[in-house]
């Protein structure tokens, strides 16, 4: 079965900057739209950005001129460049895609990766 694997979580200071990175485990048929998600202790996941296939992105207000998705179609990856990260940008980010595993398989799934922990301090 699929997996996404995210990658480039780490501790950062408040102004700095990371890359996330997310790729499905295997080849996959087609991907749909991907995105990251991000969850604080105590609140709900929320959704950080998103990314069509055809390039089409929306952002979350707390994140509009900070963050940018992108994506890598042939390589299926989907990045989050995050610039200007504050404090309260720490959280777990989730990675997410909608999946067609295979040809024959008809229909998407939707797949979520284990997490990576970004943490804002100084």
């Known amino acids: 079965q699929v997996q996404l694997v995210e990658s480039g979580g780490g501790l950062v200071q408040p102004g700095g900057s990371l890359r996330l990175s997310c790729a499905p485990s295997?080849?996959?048929?087609?991907?749909?739209?991907m995105g990251w998600y991000r969850h604080t202790p105590g609140k709900e996941r929320e959704l950080v950005a998103t990314?069509?296939?055809?390039?089409?992105?929306n952002y979350a207000d707390s994140v509009k001129g900070r963050f940018t998705i992108s994506r890598d179609n042939p390589e299926n990856t989907v990045y989050l460049q995050m610039n200007s990260l504050k404090p309260e940008d720490t959280a777990v980010y989730y990675c997410?895609?909608?999946?067609?595993?295979?040809?024959?398989?008809?229909?998407?799934?939707?797949?979520w990766g284990k997490g990576t922990l970004v943490t804002v301090s100084s």
């Open positions: 990314i069509t296939s055809g390039g089409t992105t």
């Open positions: 997410n895609a909608e999946i067609r595993e295979a040809m024959i398989r008809l229909g998407y799934t939707n797949y």
């Open positions: 295997a080849n996959t048929y087609s991907i749909r739209t």
